[in-house]
């Protein structure tokens, strides 16, 4: 039976904007009702445009901010009703890779101390032992135990994002979210990156909640897919199901415009 880790139900993030001294503030409503479950083992790919809701999403998912309305439940616990302690705790759970691994690792600071942070905060490991695990993950993404006291800038970006991985991975979370993990990287780097991330689900059971505009990497990695548009899902479903048989107009405008790799394919354009 699948064990569901993550469940929301009508969840949506509104946001007050002003429009000046006489009149009554607008809503942005960036999220407008999604309903969905995370399933330990399996990854669900979010997808849609710029501007559809899929950020907004991730910053709920990792708790970042808390849903104007609906429910969010982490391990069973919900999430809009959650004290201080128990929502540190529920953060270990759920960690997030970013776009640009770069920009989330602080340039002064050695690979080592970077992975090592996570657990000088949230455990009681000593120096010895944070060092010994740091050198585990590092091992586990494919990079070597002399990348420890290197700086940031001495990797490549297929390699930062590899650190990106083992940063989010130093706590054991049940939940990792993905946001647009490989579209910074070369095509042959994606393809490292996304079985690296394959690999490490299959071997750890994690939930993936990954966030892509790109459908062709959506299809390589994805168990099922939720189509997201101006806030609200319009589609969702298993992968097959969804890239074979869309129903709602704006899956099928979305598939119409990747490319396929095959000359005889007559593709409907929309």
Known sequence: MSEIVLKATNITRHYQVER???????V??????ATFTLVKGRTLAVVGESGCGKSTLARLVTMIEKPTSGELTV??????????ATLMNLHKKVQIVFQDPYGSLNPRQKIGHALEE?????????????????????????????????????????????????????LNPQIVVLDEPVSALDVSIQAQILN???????????AYLFISHDLSVVKHIADEVMVMYL?????SGSRDDLF???????????????????????????
């Open 20 to 26: 000046g001294a006489f009149k009554k503030p607008a």
């Open 28 to 33: 942005l409503k960036a999220l407008d009702g």
């Open 75 to 84: 391990d069973g616990i919900d999430v809009t009703r959650a004290d201080r």
């Open 118 to 170: 996570p657990l000088l905060v949230n455990t009681a490991l000593d120096k010895k032992e944070r060092r010994e695990a740091a050198l585990k993950i590092i091992n586990l993404v494919g990079l070597r135990p002399e990348h420890y006291d290197r700086y940031p800038h001495m990797f490549s970006g297929g390699q930062r994002q590899r650190i990106a991985v083992a940063r989010a991975l130093m």
């Open 196 to 206: 690296l991330i394959a690999k490490l689900q299959e071997q750890f059971s994690l």
């Open 231 to 235: 806030g609200k899902p319009v589609e």
């Open 244 to 270: 074979n048989r869309p129903h709602h107009p704006y899956t099928r405008a979305l598939l119409s415009a990747t490319p396929v790799a095959d000359p005889f394919r007559v593709k409907e354009r929309i």
